[in-house]
């Protein structure tokens, strides 16, 4: 019922920024939370930041707090991820995800874009 379609990453120098951005079709997108992970090399994905439908709460991981930030324009029905003071350990394949319900519940992520990748050089 919902497909995502992530966009924005690429190569950045460490203390650079990106946006990205994740498209999204479906009736439903003003409906869900939505969320952003990230999968480094040999690690496992981990949360990243959460928002709620109406976009006036957002969640995120100590990792990144102060430094990113996640917005969402319904009317583009489009999700936002505006990375700020890259570091070399922020290096991933970046998700969006959306969430089953109107605040972000964990593990009711039900639909994920394809990623895209960010690598920050130093």
């Known amino acids: 019922q919902v497909q995502l379609v992530e966009s924005g990453g690429g190569l950045v120098q460490a203390g650079g920024s990106l946006r990205l951005s994740c498209a999204v079709s479906g009736r439903t997108f003003s409906s869900r939370a939505m969320g952003w992970f990230r999968q480094a090399p040999g690690k496992e994905r981990e949360f990243v930041a959460a928002?709620?439908?109406?976009?006036?709460?957002?969640a995120y991981a100590g990792s990144v707090k102060g430094r990113f930030t996640i917005s969402r324009d319904n009317a583009k029905n489009t999700v936002y991820l505006q990375m700020n003071s890259l570091k070399a350990e922020d290096t991933a394949v970046y998700y969006c995800a959306a969430n089953r319900w109107e605040t972000p519940v964990a593990g009711m992520y039900d639909y994920w874009g394809q990623g895209t990748q960010v690598t920050v050089s130093s």
């Open positions: 928002i709620t439908w109406s976009g006036t709460t957002t």
